[in-house]
């Protein structure tokens, strides 16, 4: 392994072991089943979460959040009923592709899908339309139990702003980083929990369902580094000087808070002399 491999790595581990003893666990996926959680990663694509919640409700009132209700909704009623997470019509589609997947190969039983291995599950769902790696993996971590770290766009801001990653870096890549990083370790012990830690999610049955040492590592991770780019590492503002992982910034808080806000500044520039030189 190369030394900048062992680097990243380190850097992983740290930034775990410093947010789980700080803030603890995150509750995710808030969803009392794991269709519940299956539909929440599809609607979840290109939207807020708060936006799939308002959408989730809608469905839970309709109690739609079974594959049997989803198959026998009319497409029109559930596009309305998921409206509220955006591209309402794609998503509905994509929906009823997935009961018709599970019926097809698992005569309707999600459990018996999430049964499947890891591997051969995971060509699976990458196999569907608009499934890509993120709502793929999503599944299987967090409606499956599966051994399998998400990398989304708060995870790749986080880890490169750290230089444990380059800006050019794939989702696969950043995935077996964190992976090897963590394969070893134990979900962070109980201890008191920093005051100002970010809300977290009430328990829900499938955050506290029972779950390997490694899926729950990747579990509370993912969760971690979604708190972080929420309240301290976002794209335009970071808040690097009261940031829980400012001390582990390679140039230290404050030089790097001025080396994002500058590049953010020149791309703002060139951007605007592209516009109109148009």
Same mark, same amino acid.
């Given at each position: 392994m190369k030394k900048r491999?062992?680097?990243?790595?380190?850097?992983?581990?740290?930034?775990y072991r410093t947010l789980a003893s700080a803030w603890g666990p995150q509750h995710w996926w808030p969803a009392e089943t794991p269709f519940e959680v299956i539909v929440g990663a599809i609607l979840t694509q290109n939207t807020s979460w708060t936006n799939v919640e308002k959408a989730i409700a809608n469905l839970r009132t309709a109690d739609?959040?079974?594959?049997?209700?989803?198959?026998?909704?009319?497409? +029109?009623?559930? &596009?309305? !009923?998921?409206?509220?997470?955006g591209y309402f019509?794609?998503?509905?589609?994509? $929906?009823?592709?997935?009961?018709a997947y599970v019926d097809e190969r698992y005569a309707g039983s999600v459990a018996s899908m999430l049964t499947t291995p890891l591997l051969? +599950?995971?060509? &699976?769902? !990458?196999?569907?339309?608009?499934?890509?790696?993120?709502?793929?993996?999503?599944? $299987?971590?967090?409606?499956g139990h599966h051994p399998i770290f998400v990398v989304d766009a708060y995870t790749r801001r986080v880890l490169e702003r750290h230089e444990a990653i380059g800006v050019n870096a794939k989702y696969e890549e950043i995935r077996v980083l964190v992976e090897s990083a963590l394969h070893d370790v134990t979900p962070a012990a109980g201890g008191e929990l920093a005051s100002n830690r970010p809300t977290v999610h009430t328990p829900s049955a499938m955050s506290m369902a029972t779950r390997g040492t490694q899926a729950q590592?990747?579990?509370?991770?993912?969760?971690?580094?979604?708190?972080?780019?929420?309240?301290?590492?976002?794209?335009?503002?970071?808040?690097?000087?009261?940031?829980?992982?400012?001390?582990?910034?390679?140039?230290?808080?404050?030089?790097?808070?001025?080396?994002?806000?500058?590049?953010l500044h020149r791309t703002s520039r060139v951007r605007k002399t592209q516009r109109a030189s148009a």
């Open positions: 491999d062992h680097a990243a790595q380190d850097t992983v581990r740290a930034i739609a959040l079974g594959v049997e209700k989803v198959r026998a909704l009319p497409l +029109l009623e559930l &596009e309305r !009923l998921i409206r509220p997470s019509r794609q998503k509905a589609a994509r $929906l009823k592709q997935f009961v051969p +599950l995971r060509t &699976e769902l !990458l196999a569907l339309k608009g499934i890509g790696p993120e709502t793929a993996d999503s599944i $299987l971590l967090y409606a590592v990747f579990n509370e991770v993912h969760g971690l580094f979604v708190q972080l780019g929420k309240h301290y590492c976002s794209k335009s503002s970071p808040k690097c000087e009261v940031c829980p992982l400012g001390h582990l910034l390679p140039l230290g808080a404050a030089q790097h808070k001025n080396r994002v806000n500058g590049t």
